[in-house]
């Protein structure tokens, strides 16, 4: 079946600009993730879904950052007022549950702020 | 912060068997050990993971020192593709809530040669 598709592969954006990054993970699959990688940097936790509940939000860097998922699916990312510091590969990830599962991520989103 | 310690880099020859070493010393009884690669400009991709046992698949073998303080994972049969950063994961599998992020560390950079 389908991997995790996200959309765009790709955004420019202008800083101070308002962007949606979205995430389809594999069909069945509870559990999803977001991650970033910045440039040189590692890969960074952002937040986690079990559900449509996000029982840990702990990497959100800030308050500028906030997520969604509907009907266990879907997942949209929002990144308000944009600002060059979040230029980044942004990664998701789709599980089968909690526990000893496999994450099976996605070809990211660049996001460049200019 | 990671609690795992990878080298950097390594050189392995196409054809050999890459042995990629991975500390984890601070390791917990519940924790597993994941290994994931990430060929560049990809997502990272899912290897292997056990807990106490050595593991194999058709991809990779893991193997687990008894006191489960490092770990090593083996290509058995390296090619060019396999060029990535290799990363080393140590992670609790919990149930109820738990999240289950993937923390990861720097890696290692494979650089198989012809």
Known sequence: ?114 | DAKTTQPPSMDCAEGRAANLPCNHSTISGNEYVYWYRQIHSQGPQYIIHGLKNNETNEMASLIITEDRKSSTLILPHATLRDTAVYYCIVRVAGEGGATNKLIFGTGTLLAVQP
Request: aromatic share 10%; with cysteine.
């Open chain 1, 1 to 114: 079946g389908a991997g995790v598709s996200q959309s765009p592969s790709n955004k420019v954006t202008e800083k101070g600009k308002d962007v949606e990054l979205r995430c389809d993970p594999i069909s069945g699959h509870t559990a999803l993730y977001w991650y970033r990688q910045s440039l040189g940097q590692g890969l960074e936790f952002l937040i986690y879904f079990q559900g449509n509940s996000a029982p840990d939000k702990s990497g959100l860097p800030s308050d500028r950052f906030s997520a969604e998922r509907t009907g266990g699916s879907v997942s949209t990312l929002t990144i308000q007022r944009t600002q060059q510091e979040d230029s980044a590969v942004y990664l998701c990830a789709s599980s089968g549950g909690q526990g000893a599962y496999e994450q099976y991520f996605g070809p990211g989103t660049r996001l460049t702020v200019t």
